[in-house]
């Protein structure tokens, strides 16, 4: 199982719907995660983006949504 949440500045979380999930296909041992934003996103500035696969969570980068 895969998730995408995505953690704003205010303390809003979101799951994000999720594109695909998977290999690339072109470097071996490199995985691809396509999300959607949704528009509550919209104008939300600084989010965290964590990634959670089967219970294990990812570090925390940042984006900036316009």
């Known amino acids: 199982s895969v998730y995408v949440v995505a953690q704003l500045s205010d ?3 979101f799951y994000l719907p999720i594109e695909f999930a ?3 296909g072109r ?3 490199l ?3 396509t999300i ?3 528009p509550d996103l919209k104008g939300a ?3 965290k983006l964590k990634v959670i696969v089967n219970s294990r969570e990812s570090n925390l980068p ?3 949504i316009r």
């Open 45 to 47: 500035g600084t989010v």
């Open 22 to 24: 998977g290999s690339q």
């Open 31 to 33: 995985d691809q995660i």
């Open 36 to 38: 959607i934003l949704i």
């Open 27 to 29: 470097l071996p041992g």
């Open 11 to 13: 303390g809003r979380t």
């Open 62 to 64: 940042t984006v900036f």
